[in-house]
C-alpha cells in the first residue's frame, strides 16, 4: 500500500478516537446545535413515520439525537436503540438518557450492524453516513435490521457555501494552519452534499422510493464569539494541538479570526444567524 492509499481500517479507528475525544465538546454545544438542528430532526422523525409504538434505530446517534426524540415520539409501547462508533459518545447518550425507558444506546459500526434482521420499523441517521469509508454497505447494513416496508430516513450537510455553521470556522482553520485539502472521494462532513452521492449507494443496496430533499436549517448564535466557542467545541484534537505547535503564543487569535469570519453577519442586536442546508434522504426497504 503507498503512503497516500485510502486504509478504511485505519480511518474507521481514527474516526472513533476522534468522534470519542470530542464527545464531550460535543455535549458543551449540544443545546445551541439543537435549536437549530431540531428542524432537522423532526423532518426525520415525520421521514420515517415513527410513531407510538414503533422500533427505531437511530444510527451515529452522537450524544443522544435523534434518537431521544424518537424515544418520545414513540412512547411507552415503543423503543428505541442508538448506535455509535464512539464509546464516549454512547456513555455520554446514556447519560442524556437517564430516566427515559425505551431508550438504550450501544456501541457499533453502521457497516456491520450486529443486530436482528427486519428487527425495526424505521431507522434515523443524522449527520453520520457521510463518515462511513463503504456508503453502500453501509446502507446494506441498514437494509438487513429493517422490516420490509420500513424506512430510512437521513441527513447530510448541503455542499460547504450552503452550511456556513461548519464551514466557516473550518475555513480560518484551515487557512491559517495551511491545511491540504482533504484527498478527493474521502469521508467528511462535505461527502455526501451532492443529492448523488445519497441516492446512489440507497439504490446499489437495494432500497427503493429513493428521495432527497434540501431543508433550510435556522441556525443562530448569540455572538461572534460563542460561534468561535462552538467551532473550538467541535474542532478534532488533533487540529488544536497542530494549532498549538504551530502558533504558540499566536493560537489564542486564531479564535479571534473565527470569531472576526462570522462578525459580518451579525444582525443589529448582535446574534448570528447562520441558516444551514441540509440534505434529507427517505428511502424504503421493498416488501417481498
Ligand atoms: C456529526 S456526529 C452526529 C451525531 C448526532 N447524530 C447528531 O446529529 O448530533 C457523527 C457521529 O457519527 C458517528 N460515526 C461515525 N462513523 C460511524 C460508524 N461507522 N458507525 C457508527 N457511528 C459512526 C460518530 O462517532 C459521531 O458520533
Known amino acids: 500500500m503507498t503512503a497516500t492509499e485510502f486504509d478504511p481500517v485505519r480511518f474507521k479507528e481514527r474516526q472513533r478516537d476522534h468522534w470519542d475525544a470530542i464527545s464531550s465538546g460535543w455535549l458543551s454545544v449540544a443545546d445551541t446545535f439543537e435549536r437549530g438542528a431540531a428542524v432537522v430532526t423532526a423532518r426525520l422523525v415525520a421521514l420515517g413515520e415513527v410513531g407510538p409504538g414503533d422500533s427505531v434505530l437511530d444510527v451515529g446517534t452522537g450524544v443522544g439525537e435523534p434518537a431521544l426524540t424518537a424515544a418520545a415520539a414513540v412512547g ?96 480560518v482553520l484551515a487557512g491559517r494552519l495551511r491545511l491540504p485539502a482533504p484527498p478527493p472521494g474521502e469521508p467528511g462532513p462535505f461527502s455526501m452534499s451532492d443529492p448523488a452521492a445519497l441516492h446512489e449507494p440507497a439504490t446499489a443496496a437495494g432500497f427503493a422510493d429513493v428521495s432527497v430533499v434540501p431543508v433550510e436549517v435556522p441556525f443562530e448564535l448569540e455572538s461572534a464569539v460563542s460561534y468561535a466557542r462552538f467551532t473550538k467545541a467541535i474542532t478534532p484534537l488533533a487540529l488544536r494541538r497542530l494549532a498549538r505547535e504551530r502558533l504558540g503564543a499566536e493560537e489564542p487569535e486564531l479564535w479571534t479570526d473565527v470569531a472576526a469570519a462570522v462578525a459580518g453577519h451579525a444582525r443589529p442586536d448582535g446574534r448570528i444567524p447562520l441558516p444551514s442546508t441540509a440534505l434529507c434522504l427517505r428511502a424504503s426497504k421493498p416488501v417481498g
Do not use: H, K, Q, Y
Request: hydrophobic fraction near 50%; charged fraction near 20%.
Open 76 to 171: 411507552p409501547t415503543g423503543r428505541v436503540l442508538g448506535v455509535d462508533l464512539a464509546p464516549g459518545m454512547v456513555d455520554l447518550a446514556r447519560r442524556r438518557a437517564d430516566g427515559v425507558p425505551n431508550a438504550e444506546f450501544l456501541v457499533g459500526d453502521v457497516e456491520s450492524l450486529a443486530l436482528p434482521r427486519d428487527g425495526f420499523d424505521a431507522v434515523l441517521a443524522r449527520w453520520s453516513l457521510m463518515f462511513v469509508p463503504d456508503p453502500v454497505a453501509a446502507f446494506r447494513s441498514i437494509a438487513g435490521v429493517l422490516r420490509p416496508g420500513g424506512v430510512l430516513a437521513a441527513s447530510t450537510w448541503g455542499p460547504p457555501e450552503s452550511a456556513p455553521m461548519l464551514s466557516l470556522g473550518f475555513r
